[in-house]
Nanobody, 127 residues
Framework: QVQLVESGGGLVQPGGSARLSCAASGRTFSTYAMGWFRQAPGKEREFVAAISWSSRSTGYADSVKGRFTISRDNAKSTVYLQMNSLKPEDTAVYYC????????????????????WGQGTQVTVSS
């Protein structure tokens, strides 16, 4: 079992920045690929970013490419999402997820590939 707890959400002005954190506890964090997803009001949950457990590979949704950066610190069992140049359409509940894998450089973009999910943290981009 892996428990995931997100933090760092809140109200941000358009053009501003925020950093989300996801702290993991339980089984060995370093053997999990990690991902961030989000769900806006009235919309389905969608992929945002993902990172392999080695940090060698990362992937992003087109809508956030160039603005968001995913990273991880295996020693702290934490994955981060740095969000810059935020837009109102980035408003959503952001979830982190963990996918157990033996593949060093793989990351995953499909929700069904993830084994564990956090409870989510709200990010609201508004003036």
């Amino acid at each position: 079992q892996v428990q995931l707890v997100e933090s760092g959400g809140g109200l941000v002005q358009p053009g501003g920045s925020a950093r989300l954190s996801c702290a993991a506890s339980g089984r060995t964090f370093s053997t999990y690929a990690m991902g961030w997803f989000r769900q806006a009001p009235g919309k389905e949950r969608e992929f945002v970013a993902a990172i392999s457990w080695s940090s060698r590979s990362t992937g992003y949704a087109d809508s956030v490419k160039g603005r968001f950066t995913i990273s991880r610190d295996n020693a702290k069992s934490t994955v981060y999402l740095q969000m810059n140049s935020l837009k109102p359409e980035d408003t959503a509940v952001y979830y982190c997820a963990a996918a157990q894998t033996v593949r060093v450089s793989y990351y995953y973009i499909e929700q069904y590939e993830y084994d564990y999910w956090g409870q989510g943290t709200q990010v609201t981009v508004s003036s």
